[in-house]
């Protein structure tokens, strides 16, 4: 399994944020506090990604094809 590219993206800026600190304490906390999901994409790959990232990219579908099934 593999990491998807938004979720590299968010462990450098994670890590660019918290790192510098005594012990990394403050980059340790920041990645316990990190949830993640597993992604199946439409190739069948499947990929890690941020559970938030993913919660909130379902919801604006959800809204998209509630609107389209308004019109």
């Known amino acids: ?19 510098g600190w005594t012990e990394e304490k403050k ?6 506090r990190l949830d993640v999901a597993v992604y199946k994409q439409s190739n069948g790959n499947e990929v890690l ?3 938030k990232q993913l919660y909130e990219h379902a919801r604006a579908f959800e809204a998209e ?7």
């Open 65 to 71: 094809q509630a609107r389209k099934r308004g019109k």
């Open 27 to 32: 980059l340790r906390e920041a990645l316990r």
């Open 49 to 51: 990604v941020s559970s």
């Open 1 to 19: 399994m593999k990491f998807h590219e938004t979720l590299v993206e968010l462990l450098l800026k994670t890590y660019e944020v918290n790192s």
